[in-house]
Structures are given as structure tokens and as C-alpha cells.
């Protein structure tokens, strides 16, 4: 991809439609600076699912985008299992837990980390499921705790990635079909592909659970990301770190991988054994 060819489409696309970078930033869900880089031509290899979004919020599609230059379709693989599309958790699973950001909120506002982390729990799923935005999110925690709280902030800087999940799924995504399914904040998913916290690859289905309006491990959230896949349950492979999850894509009839952070090693391992080519 030529990225100032990109920024030039990406921009005249825009404008022909009418939208400010703002507007589209707001409507595709991403964020100003991630927009202003690509149209600058400033982000190598941006992450093609941004494309997309911005491309169906244009109303035009990725070749013309892209500048009319044909995008390669990816050979369904099977391995030795029938695995031919592989989802992965982002918390625990790609990137290393938030809890170093009730830590530092704690000694932000001098109130107990425990009671932080309550409260953020109380709150954590309906923000997740879409029914709470972030700002009332923020607010309530602000006047819990007598402080300004920016909870992507502090998240951003809490998470680390877990260099040997993104080596797998780099190594994935070139011989199946891969895809992301989480229990996330509205907005984080974009934020982290462009910081380099996930795999920036060309995702082939991003189950974002604020956007699907259900979370794990509620059985509607499977269905929908089966659909997206648009293979047979017995083809999905699906590696989380919580054992409820993965029980959960078990009845459905996906294969299931439970990953440990604490031996990111050993778990990858067993993930390409289980994704050993046919």
C-alpha cells in the first residue's frame, strides 16, 4: 500500500463527502490523530479494518479508497484439526491485565485500590454492552472518587502486549481466517491496533462487545461472531484466558484453547499445535 496515495484518497473521499476530519472520526469511531496520520501519509500499513469503517462511512469501498488498487483475498487454510478461522480475547490474551490502572488511580485520588476496583466492576459490563457510554463512565467515577477520571487514559498506559501472542497471531493471520472477540470499551479496539498494544493485521471479523450490544460469556455474542465468520462452529478455534468464556464457546461447538499469561509460552505452543497445517 502506498501510504500518501492512501492519505490523498482518504482525504478527497472525505471531502467529497462533506465531513470534517472530526465528523468522520466520530462516525468511524476512531480517533483525530490516527485520521490526521493517515491522511498525512504518516502510519505505515494502517490497519485495513480502519480503512473499511472509514471507507462505509464515506459511502465508497476499500479498492476505490485505496486508490483502485486490487486487495488480495485471503485462501481459506484448514489445519490438521478443521480450523480454518482463529478468534482471540484482547485482555489477559494479547495484552497483559489492566490492574496496574486501579493501582494508579488509587494514588491519584488517595482512595483504596479495593474500593476503586468495586466500583469500576459495578459498572464495567453495562459500559462494555454498550448501555453506559464512557463519558458517563468517567463522570460517575470522577464523583466517586473526587477526581477527573480518563479511563482509556489510565487503561492505555496500564495494558502491555504480549509479544509472543503477537507474533502468533501475525503467524496466524497468514494461513487462516482471524478475528478479535472482546469485552471492551466503546473506542479501545482502534486505539490499541494504532499504538501497537494488538496485532496490527488485516482482521477478518473485530467482535467489539460495546458495539454488539452483548458480552462474553452471554451466548449472543457467539452467534454473532459464528456469523461473521461464516464457517461451521467445529472451524472456530477460539483462545481466551477466561475458562467461562471458552466453556461457553465449548457448547456451541467451537474448539477452545485457554491461554495462561503467566506462561504465555507454553500456551502458544499449544495454540500451534492446534493450528498445525494440514
Known amino acids: 500500500m502506498d501510504e500518501q496515495s492512501l492519505g490523498r484518497h482518504l482525504q478527497s473521499a472525505r471531502v467529497a463527502a462533506g465531513l470534517t476530519q472530526q465528523e468522520l472520526c466520530q ?102 454492552r454498550g448501555e453506559m457510554p464512557l463519558d458517563e463512565f468517567n463522570r460517575i467515577m470522577a464523583e466517586q472518587f473526587h477526581h477527573m477520571v480518563d479511563w482509556k487514559s489510565y487503561y492505555m498506559r496500564a495494558v502491555a502486549a504480549i509479544p509472543e501472542m503477537h507474533e502468533l497471531v501475525a503467524w496466524a493471520s497468514e494461513h487462516y481466517k482471524v478475528g478479535l472477540l472482546s469485552n471492551i470499551m466503546p473506542g479501545f479496539i482502534q486505539d490499541m491496533i494504532g499504538s501497537g498494544l494488538l496485532p496490527n493485521v488485516p482482521y477478518d471479523s473485530i467482535i467489539d462487545s460495546s458495539e454488539v450490544k452483548a458480552i462474553k460469556p452471554e451466548p449472543q455474542i457467539y452467534q454473532i461472531a459464528q456469523e461473521k465468520a461464516a464457517v461451521l462452529p467445529e472451524e472456530i478455534l477460539f483462545i481466551d484466558d477466561s475458562r467461562t468464556n ?23 505452543s499449544r495454540a500451534r499445535q492446534a493450528l498445525e497445517l494440514a
Not at 485495513?48 to 483502485?68: C, K, N, P, Y
Not at 474448539?255 to 503467566?262: G, H, I, Q, S, T
Open 27 to 128: 462516525r468511524a469511531g476512531i480517533s483525530y490523530s490516527t485520521l490526521a496520520k493517515i491522511e498525512r501519509g504518516a502510519i505505515k500499513a494502517p490497519s485495513v479494518f480502519t480503512i473499511q469503517r472509514m471507507a462505509e462511512v464515506l459511502g465508497t469501498d476499500l479498492s476505490s479508497l485505496m486508490g483502485g488498487m486490487p486487495t488480495l483475498t485471503k485462501q481459506k487454510t484448514r489445519s490438521k484439526s478443521g480450523v480454518t478461522f482463529v478468534y482471540f480475547d484482547i485482555n489477559g490474551c494479547l495484552v497483559r491485565f489492566f490492574h496496574h490502572a486501579f493501582t494508579e488511580l488509587a494514588n491519584d485520588t488517595g482512595m483504596p485500590a479495593d474500593q476503586i476496583e468495586s466500583t469500576f466492576w459495578h459498572y464495567n459490563d453495562a459500559v462494555c
Open 246 to 268: 471458552i466453556m461457553a464457546a465449548s457448547q456451541l461447538g467451537w474448539k477452545v484453547l485457554w491461554f495462561d499469561d503467566f506462561r504465555p509460552e507454553e500456551s502458544v
